[in-house]
């Protein structure tokens, strides 16, 4: 069961997922696919009725795409620097 972080509340409202929109420039940028592992690790977000607090909450499988792309940006950034730098 969800509660809310500020007063421990279990009545939540889901305002469920906020998607960025991605300008054509940056969807080219970083890569199709990439843009998929970012949407999948974009969390749900919910609102305490209680106290009116806004949080975010990340499911397991947001979890693991977040992940995922963390370490595909970190392996594209060592490929670059070590092109660099060679």
């Known amino acids: ?4 972080p500020k007063c421990k509340s279990e009545r939540i409202q889901s305002l469920g997922r906020k998607f960025p929109i991605y300008p054509a420039g940056c969807v ?7 843009s ?12 305490c009725e209680a106290c009116g607090r806004e ?10 795409n977040l992940a995922l792309l963390i370490l595909i940006l970190m392996i594209f950034l060592i490929l670059m620097l070590s092109s660099i730098f060679q």
């Open 1 to 4: 069961m969800i509660h809310c």
């Open 28 to 34: 080219s940028l970083i890569g199709f696919p990439l």
């Open 36 to 47: 998929f592992f970012h949407q999948g690790q974009t969390p749900y977000q919910f609102r």
């Open 55 to 64: 949080f975010t909450k990340r499911t397991g499988l947001a979890k693991i």
